[in-house]
């Protein structure tokens, strides 16, 4: 909890968010200004309140995500 409520920044990868309390993890992130970014084949349950949403499996997404990441 402490790790979400300071992060810029919140990748989550392939789980359906239905599992408390990590579900809660992304809620705590967002409501202290992280950008949140969902990587998932299907929707979540919270897919609404996600900056980004791309709905692929984690192999494909990944790969770019973290060269985005490594470029800044």
């Known amino acids: 909890m402490e ?39 299907e929707d979540t349950p919270i897919s609404s309140s996600m900056d980004l949403s791309l709905r692929t499996s984690a192999a494909k997404a990944l790969p770019g995500l973290v060269d985005m990441i490594s470029s800044y």
């Open 3 to 41: 790790e979400a409520v300071s992060c810029d920044i919140m990748i989550v990868v392939g789980t359906s968010l239905a599992v408390s309390p990590a579900n809660l993890l992304p809620v705590y992130a967002k409501q202290n200004g992280a950008t949140l970014v969902e990587v998932n084949i």
